[in-house]
Every structure is written in structure tokens, then in C-alpha cells.
């Protein structure tokens, strides 16, 4: 008896050490089915973004031809306007941004009188043309007014075949007008009209 008792004991010790040893495999087994069917996303298979492409901006870089104009509302009275021949030089432009110098010339012995004469510039643009800025290097000075404030930006816009842009400012303008011998009396709003849609010429080297 004692003998069969301890076959049994041996007996029921293997079976144990079989079922542990298959519960094992077992487990072992599911990770790897499960490693090798696994469908969780590989960053590094993962599609690159795309990058949206430059914005292209309109080319000015030259030399340009055109007209402008000058309005003065005279302050309590009526307002006169002028002709004035423009051009610009357009030295350099990187994207948005395009400097150079613009030119509102008189063409008569009166517009000799009120149209600025020449300026540095700096203007921003957006890409479809539209000016949203101008920065002139200072007031206008004329002879027959004087400004007391600087030049503001109101609108303006660009394309390959030129630009045009509108400024205004405030001033003390000879009252009447044209005679040199009387004084800065009258306010004054003016503004400053320019279109420059002739090219000229590819301009200076950069």
C-alpha cells in the first residue's frame, strides 16, 4: 500500500509538470500569433506631409513709366486737382516686400507747384497683388505747401504689368494759391495718386 500510495504521489506530480509546461507553451504561443498579426501603424511607414508650395508674388524688379495725380481739398472751400507725370524705379523686391523710388512730376508751370517730385519707398503686398502697406522716407515738401504730417498708405495694387498706389496727407497750403508771396494759411487734405503700368527697362543690377 504504501508503495502504490507514493507511484500515485509520482504519478500525480508528472501530470502537474505536463499541465504547467502546456499552459506555458499555450501562452507563449498566443504572443507569438498575436506579434505576428498585429496591425498597429508603423511611424516610420507613416506617409511624409506635403508641403504646400511657395506663394508667387508679382515681379516689379525695373523700370516703370505712368501718370499720377494730386487732389488738395482745400479746408471750408473747394478742391483743385493736378496732373503729375509718375514713374518708379524698382531696385529690389524679395517676395512680398519691394523698395525703390517713385516720381510725381509736374507737367505745367502750375503742377510744377504741387506734385512732390521724387521718394524712396518700401511696399508690402500680398499675393494676389493687393498693397497693404507703403512707408515713403518722409514728408512731401512743395512749394506751394507744407505738409505737417507724414504720408499715410490708403490702398493700392500690383500685378506683372505694374502698380498703383494711393497717399494722403495733411497740409498748410499757400492761400489763394500759386503766388509765392502768400503765406501757409490753409488746411488742407491731400492726396497722391500713382500708376505706373509702362515698363521701361529691367533697371539697375541688384
Known amino acids: 500500500m504504501v508503495e502504490s500510495a507514493g507511484k500515485r504521489t509520482v504519478v500525480g506530480v508528472a501530470r502537474r509538470r505536463v499541465r504547467v509546461a502546456a499552459g506555458t507553451a499555450a501562452v507563449s504561443a498566443a504572443l507569438i500569433i498575436g506579434g505576428c498579426g498585429s496591425t498597429a501603424p ?7 506631409p506635403v508641403l504646400a508650395p511657395a506663394p508667387q508674388y508679382p515681379s516689379l524688379v525695373g523700370e516703370w513709366g ?15 486737382s493736378y496732373h503729375c507725370d509718375a514713374s518708379a524705379s524698382v531696385r529690389s523686391q524679395h517676395e512680398a516686400t519691394f523698395t525703390g523710388y517713385g516720381s510725381l512730376d509736374g507737367s505745367s508751370l502750375n503742377s510744377d507747384k504741387q506734385c512732390p517730385g521724387s521718394f524712396a519707398f518700401t511696399a508690402v503686398m500680398t499675393p494676389d497683388g493687393t498693397i497693404t502697406s507703403v512707408q515713403t522716407d518722409g ?16 490702398n ?12 494722403t496727407d ?5 492761400w489763394p494759391p500759386l503766388d509765392p508771396r502768400n503765406p501757409y494759411s490753409k488746411e488742407s487734405d491731400r492726396t497722391f495718386a500713382m500708376v505706373v503700368d509702362r515698363w521701361r527697362g529691367p533697371g539697375l543690377p541688384q
Open 156 to 167: 493700392g495694387t500690383a500685378s506683372s504689368t505694374g502698380f498703383s498706389i494711393k497717399l
Open 170 to 174: 495733411h497740409a498748410l497750403c499757400r
Open 42 to 48: 508603423n511611424p516610420s511607414s507613416a506617409p511624409s
Open 66 to 80: 505712368g501718370s499720377g495725380g494730386l487732389s488738395i481739398q482745400y479746408r471750408d472751400s473747394n478742391t483743385v
Open 139 to 154: 514728408p512731401f515738401r512743395l512749394t506751394d505747401c507744407m505738409a505737417v504730417t507724414d504720408v499715410s498708405f490708403s
